[in-house]
């Protein structure tokens, strides 16, 4: 099944030494997903991001065209089609192969992935598993409350980050979404909200807080329930509460005061919550409280979610096999178990034992354990740069940058597909053509012909 | 020197921007390779910015960096700070308690001096 | 030269629009077509079907369901405890592995959709600001022509120019935001109560005539304004309405208004069923059935259709752009929900529900449905639908034939419901039973005439060959839930409930004419609240497969 979307908005190549300037261009570095950045490109080179933050110049500036071979095999430069047989084969004669990355891809090459990981009955999975995952377990214990980044620039009067560091993260998303914004019934933008920030450590975005709130660290679900219990109105031991969390009492009624004052509420969440003790439990617990406050004002919650398009693998995962993520399809039928089908998990318990790694760097950020397996098992990379995963690859294959080289499609941290408007080509093939290479081989290995 | 501390990973600027600049470049490995700690936390143990310390997790896994007073009130005494990358992930454990995710925050470790950054320099300058 | 002509030889063929009642037929077929017959006795087709004893109806059309987009997503995501213990469906060498619950997966849900001989489905609520999701996902959704409906009854646009007395902006608007989005009809949910909804807690608006915040208009300027203005624009689905106060005791009333609110113009009220409840302040004790009198007044007005929205029993998810809606169903079921507000434009609420046949309420739910379908007396503007998931899923329709060809299993179910229903439905008195025409009627001919679809819903020369060949049974579920053979676009796609073969299917979507200077205004409206640029909102063509332009009327 071929994929028209990526065809659209091919790159065409600079004239040398001319400017080309291409206006709504889409930053995927950060799940802000900022598609108003022009950029200035010469000689196959971004020279000018404007409207870009800072993470955005560096990601817009520093990918010009990698001078490294498409394709190496065991560290030998190969071709394009020796690279793709061997990945075929080595996906096909594992018994537990896995897929995993897919945050720095748009759809239309996650939707291979996932395609490559059903003929293969293998298990696909992507960092969302270790970001927001546990988010998603508690959304489907609870659901969640939720809106639009524009009804937040639109509507939010009180905006709340908790365990997020946006300053640093999604350096845009004060301006351009949540606090500074002159929105429909907030004319004077940043002075009609309040912003609070919960945090273990004064973050670089405590500065942009009218209110903040420094937690115990490993406190959030103490913390959170003791907000849960105030907007019931149950009663609490006030010395208790501030033992647990660090925080004064009166504190918390206070802010649960504005909190139920407010028109529209905003809770912003990040990795604070998920990556700590409590995981899950304290994503549920966020997204509980969130629901709760509806009963007394207009309340949402939204994770910060982090890296371009990992709001879209979440998605494609989900529509093709029903499930958000480490999902394994061994049965010939897709199942889903967090902390079972999870990459963290099936690297670490030495189960996986063949492995196709896109857009990710699980040699430098996965477990030791983790980390070990892997480097035993045959390895295929995707990645635009040389990373320690590509260095330990079996196969590795240069990329061309999604958004820069190649189009497609990302979805915003709130869910919102955005068109991609690359810049210069790429001598380097994109992920959705390896992938698609690699799956017709697949296909053609295992006798499928769907 | 021995005490317990909680090791907080997270994103940085310095770290974000150096993902795209590249991860065997300098500002990504400075970034990722410096310990922030409380001045007061600094004061107390007579560490001293440069100094060359162990990190021991619950499961005895240890990796070796260099400290860097965090910025005025940024940290409260007893969390140490780290841009999340190599390091950071490498005092993480197998085990994802059934979540998929391991604890990457809030990790328990203690913290014992290597090398004073007198030394080390020292060191380097006899190297060179 | 030899054209490469398939014959469905001698079946017994139900095909309405071209009045054709169980006669037994040849059809030819060339080049995804139905053709006449060549006249030349020497040409031979390369492939002949042999349907003799075989009933032959055109592929059946779902004109009112959820299978793609946000919403429809974010159910997947949110119910895997239903999925794991339901049926798998594991992939093969020609199709992909799906999983099914009540929101099943893309592949799944193309694949099941064939298999029960549907070749064209809508869904019915998108918001604009995500058709490119609801694209990408038709994409993964074989087998199946699709469309769909896109949300406007409570976008800014529509009621800043109502307020403003501009009718011309809103005709332009509404053609444009077609045109952008790729979609194929305006719908409208809850017009105004979601706009409500965001504004304060549980808020709503309480009937046609109650004012949306900020905005100042009411619900029925909303509708009355939109059917003029997609009449004007000679849309062939001029308009979609899911009306205020879904679920609510007494609600029949409002309903009734929005019918009149229609004030002539054509206009589609769909899932009525869910429309029609007399009683009043949420009291199950006054909770009844007002489908006759409402069934008198569309018997009378031919300017209106429907669909049902039938339920069933058992479990499944609720899902709607009605945020209010959503709000009070939680309230109701205690599960988890599901809401979100997209800026300028809509909203959406989900939670997962059970409908008990021993509860009170959802059996008159139930019968309420099946009223619906006895007792409107032209069965080309009453249309089969669950308002999947909602009420049940598409794969219930089978259930629903046979509820409606069978009066003595009808009343056989009704015995398994609280007595009490009899007093407040008229459904045990009704021995109405459809014929297969009618069947026919309300499952392809008719949804293909209200939507404007020349070429779906019969099988006269110009139609697509989407066509469906059932084994006859006395059990007309067990008849209509495995065709022996289902042919898409000319192919074979389902032998006997088993895949032969998969497309991709085309997207069918509406191009009308506006006056391109008014989209200026619009721009800079839109430039002021949304949160994406301007040039990155239109979906361009590259994201549909084969695109179908339906043309206006």
Redesign the interface.
Known sequence: MTSASTQVNAPTPSVPGELKVIQDATCTFCGCVCDDIELTVKDNHITEAKRACVLGKAWFLNHSVEDRPSCLIEGKPATLSEGYDRAAQILTSGKYPIIYGLSDSPCEAQRVAVSIADWISGTIDTTTSVCHGPSGMAFQGVGEVTCSLGEVANRGDMIIFWGSNPAESHPRHFTKYSLMPKGMFLPNGRKDRTCVIVDVRRTKSAKAADIFIQIKPKRDFEALWTLRALAKGIELDPELVHRETGVEFSVWTDLMERMKACKFGVIFFGMGLTMTRGKHANSEALLALTRDMNAFTRFVAKPNRGHGNVTGADNVVSWRTGYPFGVNHSRGYPRFNPGEYTTSDTLANGEADCAMMIACDPMANFSQPAREHLSTIPLIALDTKETPTTRAATVAFTVATYGINTGGTVYRMDDVPIPLRPAFPSPHPSDYDVLTAIEERVKRILGVTG | MNETFTLIPGRTTDQGCGVSEGKFNDRYQNAINALQVAPSDMTRLGLSEGDRVRLTGEEGQTVEVCITAAKKEELPEGLLFIAYGNISSQMMTGDTHGSGMPTSKGMEVTMELVQKASAHANVEGTAS | MNLDYTKISQGTVYDPLNGIDGQVRDIWILDGRIVAAPTDPTVLPSRTIDASGLVVMPGGIDMHCHI?G?K??VA??????E??RGE??????????????S??????TGYKYAALGYTTAFDAAIPP??A??AH??F??TPCIDKGFYVLMGNNHYVMQSLMQNEPQKLKAFIAWLLNSTKGFAPKLVNPGGVEVW??????NVSGLDSKVD?FGVTPRQIISGVAQAAGELALPHPVHIHCNNLGMPGNWETTLETMRALQGHRGHITHIQFHSYGGGDGDENTFNSKVVPMAEYVNANPNITIDVGQVLFGETTSMTGDGPLG?FL?KVYG??????????ESGCG??PIKYRNKSLVHALQWAIGLEWYLLVNDPWRVVMSTDHPNGGSFLAYPQIIRLLMDRTYRKDVLKTCPPEIRNRSTLWDIEREYTLNEIAIITRAGPAKILGLKNKGHLGPGADADITIYTPNENKEVMFEMPRLVIKSGRVLVDQGDIRQ?L?GKTLHVQPCYDHELEKDIQEWFER?????W??YPV?L????ESCVVPTL
Do not use: C
């Open positions: 793609a946000p429809v997503n997947r995501k949110m119910r895997p405890e999925k794991r798998q469906m594991p992939r093969t060498n020609i199709t992909h592995s799906g999983s099914m619950g929101v099943p997966s893309t592949f799944a600001i995500a490119r999701h990408e996902e994409e993964d965001k504004t304060k807690q549980a808020g900020h709000y939680s599960g988890k929900w599901f809401s979100s507000d997209t800026e300028m989900i939670t998969t991709i609240y949304y949160s994406i640029r040039r990155n361009d590259s994201y549909l497969y």
